[in-house]
């Protein structure tokens, strides 16, 4: 950082040099249908493919939750699934539905994922990339993101969320080979997408493994530790200072293993995680992310501030970034969000 930039309190989370105030703060899924003003712009775009290849509107999605909250950290509007439709999946978001893909079902319809469509696909969202880097104030840092190797490939085979994700699993053990020609073309991709963002104004990466606590202690090791820190290798070679915060959503006690294993500097911790476990495990190997029940969120009542003073407790100040343990869901009140932003801003260490 050069002498006399402001200090960004989302990076001071990842040194160990200075004990902050208090935690920075952002949150998963904190732009979209949760805010009326993201409801309006949304209807500017088809569908939400096309949306997410508009950069202005990305740009305006990604600023909107900010003026509302003043979180450390924009997160880049876009979405995992774009790396399946730039390498020629057929992928459509079906209104009320979600995404719907055409899942991928033999090494054919592997050996024909496209990874020299990638970059010019792609370049909408870059331009997202710069125009939120170049419209964020100094001291908000903007998060880049991918779906880890392993979700994309549930997605992929599956063709739709809402599952168990039986299909993906029962190919990672049938077809060995062939489910690992498929991870080792989206850390290619996963790799070369967010090298990208980084080189277009992205700070801080999150790898989104929101389906790792699906998969049995052998599989999590060979198909969530090993293609993340694969990609992981990648990124730090090609910008050692940016950190990368891994989010293998539900995976327990592999959390340790994962902290320790796949270089992030970070990990992102869904609800289920006991903050002191995670506090007297996680800590020593990583800076933690969490984990307020995002069901809580959209509830509220005294229980949001007294979980939200919990969870600053256990894990706070240092090494946290307070955030919920999945995405924000679309019918939370906007109002209990500003509560916790409030609470956090208003905390202090005992
Ligand atoms: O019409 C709409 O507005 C679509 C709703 C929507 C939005 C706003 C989708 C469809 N994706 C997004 C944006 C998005 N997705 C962001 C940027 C916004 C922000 O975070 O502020 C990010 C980071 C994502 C990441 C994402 N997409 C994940 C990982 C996080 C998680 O929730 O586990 C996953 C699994 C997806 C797939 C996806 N995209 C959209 C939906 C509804 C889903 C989930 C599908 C399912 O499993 O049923």
Not at 273 to 296: C, E, F
């Amino acid at each position: 950082m050069s002498a006399g930039a402001p200090l960004k309190g989302l990076l001071a989370a990842f040194g160990s040099a200075t004990i902050p105030e208090r935690p920075p703060f952002w949150f998963l899924r904190q732009a979209g249908r949760y805010l009326p003003e993201y409801q309006r712009l949304r209807r500017e775009a088809p569908d939400f493919l096309s949306f997410c290849y508009e950069p202005a509107l990305c740009v305006e999605a990604a600023l909107q939750p900010l003026r509302r909250f003043r979180m450390d950290a924009a997160i880049l509007f876009s979405d995992i699934l774009v790396i399946p439709d730039a390498l020629g999946q057929r992928v459509a978001f079906v209104e009320g539905h979600g995404p719907r893909l055409e899942p991928l079902r033999d090494a054919d319809a592997i050996a024909a994922l496209d990874l020299d469509r990638l970059d010019a696909h792609l370049e909408p969202v870059y331009a997202a990339v710069a125009g939120t880097a170049a419209a964020l104030p100094p001291q908000t840092a903007l998060i880049g993101f991918a779906g880890a190797p392993w979700t994309l490939a549930l997605y992929m085979i599956e063709g739709h969320g809402g599952t168990a994700g039986e299909r993906a699993r029962a190919m990672a053990w049938r077809a060995p080979e062939t489910f690992a020609v498929l991870i080792g073309r989206l850390v290619e991709a996963i790799a070369r997408f967010v090298c990208r963002q980084i080189d277009h104004g992205v700070e801080v990466v999150q790898l989104f493994d929101s389906w790792a606590g699906l998969l049995p202690e052998s599989q999590f090791r060979t198909w969530v530790i090993g293609p993340t820190a694969a990609v992981v290798r990648r990124i730090k070679d090609h910008a050692p200072d940016v950190p990368v915060i891994g989010f293998p959503r539900g995976a327990g006690a592999a959390y340790a293993a994962y902290a320790r294993e796949t270089g992030v500097d970070a990990v992102g911790l869904d609800a289920g995680v006991p903050a002191v476990w995670a506090r007297a495990a996680l800590k020593p190997l990583a800076t933690v992310q969490g984990n307020l029940d995002n069901l809580l969120a959209q509830a509220g009542g005294d229980a949001l501030e007294d979980e939200t003073l919990r969870i600053l407790s256990a894990l706070g100040p240092e090494r946290f970034i307070f955030n919920l343990g999945h995405g924000v869901l679309p019918d939370t009140p906007p109002e209990h969000i500003a509560r916790i932003a409030e609470t956090i801003m208003a905390w202090k260490p005992a």
